[in-house]
């Protein structure tokens, strides 16, 4: 009973030992964040000192005229057509990608057959696929999705290809020893191994998606977070310029920090037990 007793007290102070530490690693990830998110602000504001404000404005212009952008309620509008685009790119380059890069990690034959492919999407400029699409469907939506996914194919590709590849084959063999079902084998042995490489390719596949969007939409569309800041570059307005730019990095600040930070904790809780 007192060894029981003890145990149990050990086991304790391990836990609030344990629980200490992440508070406290928390707490110095979030001061390392706020030092970092300061000094690209005092870099800014340095730049903006040495520059005209018609090349480039201080950060309190920017943010002032992004919230009367904000109170006026426009923004929104250009923003939400703008997150429709990168959802809709996103979904067919990952759908894409998932199927060409499990293909060519699962068959020697898929995989010569589409290396050519690979090869060839990687090598051609975005530029090029755009105004071929833009010219080839049509000054549409169609065609600004489809070239906003095209060149982010064969990037996605790859890193599916080599993640799925890097799966352990030795622990499918020891759960197929202990007779494991095949649904026991994907979501216990496979998906734990593929999980990170998924999560990872998401979050590359929408940072290099929001950039192809804003080409498409900055090269043939009339609406959008890339129309707007084209328009104002015409205009030669760098404070609407940056005031639409960085409405966008808190949107994807949101998407990465609320929606797959979420993601990933509920994913990868099995590591903290």
Same mark, same amino acid.
């Given at each position: 009973m007192a060894l029981v007793t003890g145990y149990d007290n050990a086991s304790g102070? !391990?836990?609030?030992?344990?629980? *200490? /530490?992440?508070?406290?690693?928390?707490?110095?990830?979030? =001061?390392?964040?706020?030092?970092?998110? $300061?000094?690209l602000?005092?870099?800014? @504001?340095?730049?903006?000192?040495? &520059?005209p404000s018609s090349v &480039?404005?201080?950060?309190?212009? #920017?943010?002032?005229? $992004?919230?009367?952008?904000?109170? @006026?309620? +426009? %923004?929104?509008? +250009?923003?939400?057509i703008t997150l429709s685009r990168i959802a809709a790119s996103f979904l067919i380059a990952?759908? =894409?990608? /998932?199927? &060409?890069?499990?293909?060519?990690? $699962?068959?020697?034959? *898929?995989? =010569?057959?589409? @290396?050519?492919?690979i090869i060839c999407g990687i090598t051609i400029p975005a530029l090029v696929v755009i105004l071929t699409l833009y010219m080839v469907v049509g000054l549409n939506d169609t065609a600004a999705v489809l070239g906003a996914a095209a060149p982010v194919i064969? #990037? !996605? *590709?790859?890193?599916?290809?080599?993640g799925v590849k890097g799966i352990d084959?030795?622990? %499918?063999?020891?759960?197929?020893?202990?007779?494991?079902?095949?649904?026991q084998q994907i979501l216990s042995v496979m998906a734990p191994q593929v999980a990170p490489m998924l999560l990872a390719s998401t979050r590359f596949g929408i940072g290099l998606i929001w950039k192809m969007v804003l080409f498409v939409e900055l090269l043939g569309r009339g609406s959008? #977070?890339?129309?707007?800041?084209?328009?104002?570059? @015409?205009?030669?307005?760098?404070?609407? =310029?940056? *005031?639409?730019? &960085?409405?966008?990095?808190?949107v994807m600040l949101f998407i990465e920090v609320a929606i797959l930070g979420t993601v990933e904790r509920r994913i990868f809780r099995w590591k903290k037990n």
């Open positions: 102070r !391990l836990s609030s030992l344990a629980s *200490a /530490l992440v508070g406290s690693e928390n707490t110095r990830n979030i =001061v390392i964040s706020t030092l970092s998110v $300061l000094t602000i005092g870099i800014w @504001q340095f730049g903006a000192m040495t &520059l &480039l404005p201080a950060p309190y212009s #920017v943010i002032s005229a $992004l919230i009367a952008n904000v109170i @006026q309620g +426009d %923004i929104f509008i +250009d923003i939400a990952m759908s =894409v990608a /998932l199927f &060409l890069g499990f293909a060519m990690a $699962l068959s020697r034959t *898929a995989g =010569v057959f589409f @290396q050519v492919w064969p #990037v !996605l *590709a790859i890193n599916i290809r080599e084959t030795r622990l %499918i063999g020891m759960a197929r020893a202990f007779r494991a079902s095949t649904r959008g #977070v890339g129309y707007k800041i084209e328009f104002y570059y @015409q205009m030669f307005n760098m404070t609407e =310029v940056l *005031a639409y730019a &960085l409405s966008f990095v808190f």
